[in-house]
C-alpha cells in the first residue's frame, strides 16, 4: 500500500490560533520519491452529530485555523495523497475551543507602509494602528487618536479635550482589528490650543496615541505608546473657545467610518463551518479598498485537479484473472484503490499533465475479471482529466533557473504593478540592498528544456506586470544576458564575499622548492595548512575560507626558505540572499512594499543547508579522531554507548540521544531556525535546551541540546533563535565516568518527531521504557547525518548531490554531443555501426542509474558519482588524470555494497569502510564516463570489468533494463 499511513497534531484546537498538522508516517510502498510535502492534500470536514461529515476546505498544507463560532464542535482533518480515508491514521478528529480570556493585549503604531516609525510625521501622513487581541475575534473595538498634553504613559483625562478623532473597527479572524488615522492640518490646530500644565507653546513636537476599548461588555482601556508630529510655525493661529468641542463630529456614537474594517474568512462551502485559509503574510498595506499583500518567487506545477478531459490511458493488467475478480463493487474498489495506487501509473500521468480517479477506474471496470490470462481483459481504458498549473512559493532556486515573480493584491485587478530584485548582503553588486537585474523570459521559453546557442529574454532591474483576479506574475531567468557576466556571478557566489588576508609563513628547514609543475600542488597544500592551522602557522578564522588560485598567484618560481611569508585574500562564505520591493499605484494612493526581506525568509540563490551540524568541528568520536573506534557517534543502534538505543543503568533503560564527543567547552550551535522551548538542568550538574526547529522545507521536530555547561547557556526560554546560533558550549558528567581515565565533554542530541505535541504540554523525560521518555522520541541520526554532509564536506560549503544535479549534468552533455557520431562495435555487434551522441549519453545515464540506485545513493549523494573507488594517491587517486573536466576534491568514506557482481566492485569488505572519490560536480563524473568510453571505442562494459568478457557481456544486459529517462524526457 502506498501513500499516507498518519499525521500528527493536536486534538484540541484553540479557536483563532494557527495549528499544523504534518505527516508522521508513510506507508512503506511509498516511493521515497514521492514523500514530500508538495504532494500531500489536506480537506477538512465538519462532523455534524447524526450526518454524514460534510467536507468544507480543501488545502495543499497543514495549516489551519479556525473561527471562534466553531468553538465547541469537531472537525476531521485528513491527510492523502490520491484518495482521502476517513477512519483510519491518516485523519485526526479535532475539538474547537475557546480563549481562556477576552483581552486586548496591545497597540503597534506604524506608518502608511507598516513599518516602525523611527523618526517624526509631519501633518498630511498617515498612522496605521494594529490592536492586538486574544478571545476577540468578531468584536467591534473604538480606535481614538489623541494628542498628548499629560504627564506620565498611557491614556489621561486630561487629555480628553484633545481627541480628534475616533474609528470604529472589528477585530479579524486574526485577532487583530485596524484603522488608519490621517494627521490631518486641522489637527495642528486643536493641538495647539490647549497646553499642559506650565507650558508657554506646544513646542516644536506634538506627541500623539490611540487607545483601543471594546464596544461591548469586555472591560478596560489600552493605549499605544507616542510618536512624534513636527509642529512648524503658523502665521496666525486661531485659538479655540473655551465651550469648543471636537465631539460633535467625532464622538464615539457617530464613528468617523461607519463600516468596521474586516477581513472575511474563505470557505468552500458557504453553508459550512467558517474554516480559514491560512494568512501566511501581513498585508503590507490593508485597508477597506485595495493593497499589496505579498510578493515571491515561485514555480510552476501542473497539480489542479480539474474535470477537464484528457482522453484515456490504458492500463495493462500484471497480475492474473484470480487477484483481479471485480464482479462486485467491493472488488472494483479494491481493484481501483491497487491500480491508483501504483505510483509508475501515476508518474506518467502527471508527466503528462493529466491524472485519473478511483470513480473513473470503477466506471472503466466493466467486466468481471481482469488479468494477463484472460482471454479479452488484459488492458482497460482508464478516463482521464487534465492537470492545471498552481504556483507555488519556493525559498530557492539555482543560478540560471527559470522561476516566476509574483505579486498579490486586494482590490488592484487591471493595475500595473512593478517588482524589482533586490540583494541582501550584495555578494554580486557589491553592496547591501543592491538591484539585481535578471532577465525576463516569456512563457514559450520557460517551459524550452533545451538550451538555445543564444542567451534568449531581456535583462531588466524592474519587472512590471498586470493584476489580474488579484495575482500578477512574470517568468524569469536567475542570470544576467552576458555569459561573461554569468561567469563572475559565478565566482561570486561560490567564493563568498572577499574579507581579509591571511599570511602565510614558510617553515621547511630545507627550504621549499617552486616550480610551474608543482605550483599548484604547493597552493593547494597552503590552503589546507592555513585552515587546519599547521607548520606553525595560525589557523584561520572561523567562517572564512581561502582558494588556492588565489595561493598560485603570488607564489613566484623560486625557493622560500624557512621564514619567508605570501600573503592571499581570504573570503567569507555568505549565501546569495534576494528579497522583493513592489509598487502598485491604487484609485487614491500609490502602495509600497517590501517582501521577503528578514531573517528566514529571504530567497536563496543556490541549494539551503536546511540543517547544519550542531557542532562546527568534527566531534572526537568520528571516524579517525581520538575516540572514533570504539564510540563512533554514527554507529548503529546500540553498538557502542554513544549511539541511540544503547544500554543505560545496567540495561534498566535505553540511551535516548546519540553523545558527540568534543574537546573541553566547544560551541554548540542551533541546527536551523526554531524557538526556545526550555531551558533547565539536566544530567550530572548540567544543562539543557530544548528547541522547537521548523525547516524551511516545512519540517517541524524537537531537538533537546543536553550536556551543556550550564554557565555557557545564552538563550532563554521563548527565544527565537536561528540557524549557527550559539547556544552554550559542551559540558562534562560531574561524579560520572565516562571513558575510564577521561574527562569527557559531549553533547547529548535527542529527536522528537512532535507527534505528541510541539511544545511540553507532555514533557520529554516521561516514566515510559526503554528510553524513560516522550513516544515520540526517534533516533537522531538521520538529522545528524544530513547536518554533518551540510557541514563537513571536503569544502564545508558543499551540498549532497541530488537528482535534479544527474538531470542537469546529462541535459548539458546531450546538447554538447548529440550532433556527433561514432563509428564503434556498438553493444557487442560484430561490425563496427554508426553510434550517435544521443546513444552514449542514454548509456552515461543508464550506468549511473545502475549504480547509484537511480540517483539516491549514500556514494551518489556525496560524491557525485557510483562506483568511482581510490586506490592511487591524491588528485587523481589512481585514475586517469586526462578524462577529469575537474579534478577530485577529495575522499568519502563508507561500506561497499555487493553491487552487481555480489562481491563488490573490488571483492567486497566488510571489517573497514573504502575510500570513494569525491568530485566537484555530477558532470564531472559523467564527463569522466563519456571520455572513457570514447577512448575505449565504445566498449562501455569495460568499465565494470576489463578483463572478462562474460562479466562485461552480464553488464550489457543488465543496462538493457534500464531506462534513460532523462535522455527521453530530451
Known amino acids: 500500500m502506498k501513500g499516507i499511513k498518519a499525521i500528527q497534531g493536536k486534538t484540541q484546537v484553540v479557536a483563532g490560533q494557527w495549528e499544523n498538522y504534518t505527516v508522521s508516517e508513510w506507508h512503506s510502498q511509498t516511493p521515497l520519491a514521492s514523500r514530500v510535502t508538495s504532494s500531500v492534500k489536506w480537506d477538512i470536514y465538519y462532523l455534524e452529530p447524526g450526518k454524514p461529515p460534510l467536507l468544507v476546505l480543501q488545502k495543499s498544507e497543514g495549516r489551519v485555523r479556525f473561527r471562534e463560532e466553531a468553538i465547541g464542535r469537531k472537525f476531521l482533518i485528513v491527510a492523502y495523497m490520491y484518495e482521502p480515508t476517513l477512519n483510519d491514521s491518516s485523519s485526526i478528529e479535532i475539538t474547537i475551543i475557546g480563549t481562556e480570556k477576552a483581552e486586548i493585549l496591545k497597540i503597534d503604531l506604524t506608518d502608511v507602509n507598516d513599518q516602525p516609525i523611527s523618526g517624526p510625521l509631519a501633518y498630511g501622513q498617515t498612522i496605521n494602528a494594529h490592536v492586538h487581541t486574544t478571545g476577540m475575534q468578531g468584536v467591534s473595538l473604538m480606535l481614538s487618536l489623541y494628542e498628548d498634553d499629560a504627564q506620565g504613559s498611557g491614556h489621561s483625562s486630561e487629555n480628553d479635550q484633545n481627541h480628534l478623532k475616533t474609528i470604529t473597527a472589528e477585530v479579524g479572524s486574526n485577532g487583530i482589528a485596524f484603522a488608519q488615522f490621517m494627521l490631518e492640518p486641522d489637527f495642528q490646530r486643536i493641538a495647539n490650543a490647549y497646553l499642559a500644565k506650565g507650558d508657554s507653546d506646544e513646542g516644536a513636537y506634538h506627541e500623539f496615541y490611540v487607545t483601543a476599548r471594546s464596544m461591548g461588555e469586555i472591560p478596560g482601556l489600552t493605549s499605544s505608546g507616542n510618536v512624534n508630529v513636527a ?118 500521468l502527471k508527466a503528462e499533465k493529466r491524472y485519473t480517479t478511483k470513480e473513473a477506474i470503477i466506471q472503466s471496470l466493466t467486466a468481471e475479471e481482469y488479468g494477463k490470462d484472460t482471454e479479452d481483459n488484459k488492458t482497460v481504458e482508464l478516463k482521464t482529466f487534465k492537470l492545471g498549473p498552481k504556483l507555488i512559493p519556493i525559498n530557492s532556486a539555482p543560478l540560471e533557473g527559470k522561476v516566476y515573480l509574483v505579486v498579490e493584491t486586494a482590490g488592484l485587478d487591471g493595475k500595473q504593478a512593478t517588482i524589482t530584485i533586490k540583494e541582501k548582503d550584495g555578494v554580486i553588486k557589491g553592496s547591501p540592498d543592491a538591484i539585481l537585474p535578471v532577465l525576463e523570459i516569456t512563457e514559450e521559453q520557460m517551459e524550452e528544456t533545451e538550451t538555445s546557442e543564444e542567451v534568449q529574454g531581456t535583462e531588466k532591474n524592474q519587472f512590471t506586470v498586470t493584476v489580474e483576479n488579484g495575482i500578477g506574475k512574470v517568468p524569469i531567468q536567475l542570470r544576467p544576458k552576458s ?71 603570488v607564489l613566484e618560481e623560486k625557493t622560500y626558505n624557512k621564514g619567508d611569508t605570501i600573503t592571499f585574500s581570504t573570503y567569507k562564505k555568505e549565501t546569495e540572499q534576494l528579497w522583493l ?31 547544519i551540524f550542531p557542532l562546527l568541528i568534527k566531534p572526537e568520536n568520528d571516524t579517525g579522531k581520538k575516540w572514533g573506534n570504539n564510540y563512533y557517534w554514527a554507529a548503529s543502534q546500540g553498538a557502542n554507548q ?72 545564552t538563550v532563554k526560554e521563548g527565544d527565537s533563535i536561528t540557524q549557527g546560533k550559539q547556544i552554550g558550549v559542551t559540558g562534562h558528567l560531574v561524579g560520572i565516568t565516562v571513558i575510564s581515565g577521561e574527562t569527557v565533554y559531549m553533547l547529548h542530541f535527542e529527536h522528537y518527531t512532535g507527534e505528541k505535541g ?88 543508464k550506468m549511473y542509474r545502475l549504480e547509484t540506485s537511480h540517483f539516491k545513493s549514500k556514494q551518489y549523494q556525496n560524491c557525485g558519482t557510483g562506483g568511482m573507488e581510490a586506490f592511487g594517491s591524491p588528485p587523481y587517486y589512481g585514475w586517469d ?36 572519490v569525491k568530485l566537484p560536480s555530477v558532470l564531472a563524473g559523467m564527463e569522466y564516463k563519456v571520455k572513457y568510453i570514447i577512448k575505449y571505442n565504445g566498449n562501455y562494459a569495460r568499465w565494470f570489468n576489463k578483463n572478462s568478457e562474460t562479466a562485461q557481456k552480464a553488464y550489457v544486459t543488465s543496462l538493457r533494463g534500464i531506462r534513460a529517462r532523462f535522455v527521453e524526457g530530451l
Open 881 to 916: 588524470s586526462s578524462l577529469f573536466i575537474e579534478q577530485p576534491v577529495g575522499t568519502w568514506s563508507a561500506y561497499e555494497g555487493k553491487g552487481l557482481s555480489g562481491v563488490g566492485g573490488n571483492a567486497q569488505i566488510t571489517t573497514t569502510q573504502k575510500e570513494f
Open 483 to 553: 555569459d561573461e557576466d554569468l561567469e563572475q556571478w559565478k565566482e561570486k557566489i561560490a567564493k563568498g564575499k572577499e574579507d581579509g588576508n591571511y599570511t602565510y609563513t614558510f617553515n621547511n628547514e630545507n627550504g621549499t622548492a617552486i616550480n610551474a609543475e608543482n605550483k599548484a600542488k604547493i597552493a593547494e597544500i597552503i590552503v589546507v595548512n592555513a585552515k587546519e592551522g599547521k607548520f606553525g602557522n595560525p589557523k584561520m578564522e572561523s567562517g572564512k575560507t581561502a582558494y588556492k588560485e588565489d595561493v598560485e598567484a
Open 758 to 845: 510541539y511544545d511540553l504540554t507532555t514533557a520529554l523525560s516521561t516514566g515510559d521504557k526503554p528510553f524513560m521518555r516522550r513516544t515520540d522520541l526517534v533516533d537522531s541520526i538521520t538529522i545528524l547525518e544530513e547536518g554533518y554532509k551540510n557541514t563537513f564536506g571536503e569544502n564545508s560549503e558543499n551540498q549532497l548531490f541530488t537528482e535534479e544535479d544527474g538531470k542537469e549534468a546529462i541535459t548539458e552533455l546531450y546538447n554538447k554531443y548529440k550532433d556527433e557520431t561514432w563509428s564503434w562495435k556498438w553493444e557487442g555487434s560484430e561490425k563496427e555501426i554508426e553510434v550517435s551522441g544521443k546513444d552514449l549519453i542514454t548509456i552515461v545515464e
Open 581 to 611: 520591493e513592489a509598487e502598485c499605484a491604487g484609485e487614491n494612493k500609490n502602495h509600497k512594499g517590501k517582501f521577503l526581506k528578514k531573517d528566514g525568509a529571504y530567497f536563496v540563490i543556490g541549494k539551503i543547508k536546511e540543517i
Open 642 to 713: 554513544a549511539a541511540f538505543n544503547s544500554n543505560r543503568s545496567r540495561g534498566t533503560r535505553k540511551h535516548a540521544g546519540r553523545d558527540l564527543y568534543t574537546l573541553p567547552e566547544t560551541p554548540v550551535v542551533a541546527i536551523c531556525k526554531g524557538k526556545v522551548l526550555e531551558v533547565k538542568n539536566f544530567y550530572a550538574q548540567t544543562h539543557q535546551v530544548t528547541v522547537l526547529h521548523e525547516t524551511n522545507d516545512r519540517r517541524k521536530f524537537i531537538i533537546r541540546y543536553g550536556e551543556l555547561a550550564p554557565s555557557s547557556i
Open 231 to 348: 509642529n512648524p510655525p503658523q502665521e496666525s493661529p486661531v485659538p479655540l473657545e473655551d465651550n469648543t468641542s471636537t465631539e460633535e463630529s467625532n464622538s464615539a456614537e457617530t464613528p468617523v467610518e461607519a463600516e468596521p474594517v474586516k477581513s472575511e474568512p474563505v470557505t468552500v462551502d458557504p453553508g459550512a463551518i467558517d474554516v480559514e485559509v491560512p494568512e501566511n503574510k501581513t498585508p503590507t498595506v490593508i485597508g477597506a479598498e485595495d493593497g499589496l499583500l505579498n510578493a515571491y518567487f515561485a514555480k510552476k506545477e501542473y497539480i489542479e485537479k480539474t474535470d477537464e478531459d484528457a482522453g484515456t490511458y490504458k492500463y495493462t493488467f500484471g497480475g492474473n484473472k484470480a487477484a483481479n475478480k471485480t464482479s462486485t463493487p467491493q472488488e472494483k474498489e479494491a481493484v481501483a484503490d491497487a491500480i491508483l495506487n501504483k505510483a509508475k501509473i501515476n508518474d506518467k
